[in-house]
Nanobody, 124 residues
Framework: QVQLVESGGGLVQAGGSLRLSCAASGRSFSTYAMGWFRQAPGTEREFVARISGNGWMTDYSDSVKGRFTISRDNAKNTVYLQMNSLLVEDTAVYYC?????????????????WGQGTQVTVSS
């Protein structure tokens, strides 16, 4: 079993920044890619970013590219999402997830393990 616990969400004004953290346990953390997804009310869960197990490769959705940065510290079994220049439309519950295979993907269905989510609210 894999346990994922997110933290760092909150309320921020448009243009501000937040850093989300996701602490993982229960699996060889550095072996697997990790992903961040988000879900706003009434919408499907959408891909935000993913990072390879060694941290060398990252992938971002077009909507966050250039504003968000995913990183990981394998010594701490933690993955981060630094969110800058936040927009009102970034408001959502953010989830970290661990994929079924080593590389992950942009599809939520390829991820077996999910955190409980952390709310990010961006006000205008």
């Amino acid at each position: 079993q894999v346990q994922l616990v997110e933290s760092g969400g909150g309320l921020v004004q448009a243009g501000g920044s937040l850093r989300l953290s996701c602490a993982a346990s229960g699996r060889s953390f550095s072996t697997y890619a990790m992903g961040w997804f988000r879900q706003a009310p009434g919408t499907e869960r959408e891909f935000v970013a993913r990072i390879s197990g060694n941290g060398w490769m990252t992938d971002y959705s077009d909507s966050v590219k250039g504003r968000f940065t995913i990183s990981r510290d394998n010594a701490k079994n933690t993955v981060y999402l630094q969110m800058n220049s936040l927009l009102v439309e970034d408001t959502a519950v953010y989830y970290c997830a661990c994929p079924r295979n080593l590389r992950g993907s942009r599809r939520a269905s390829d991820y077996d393990y999910w955190g409980q989510g952390t709310q990010v609210t961006v006000s205008s």
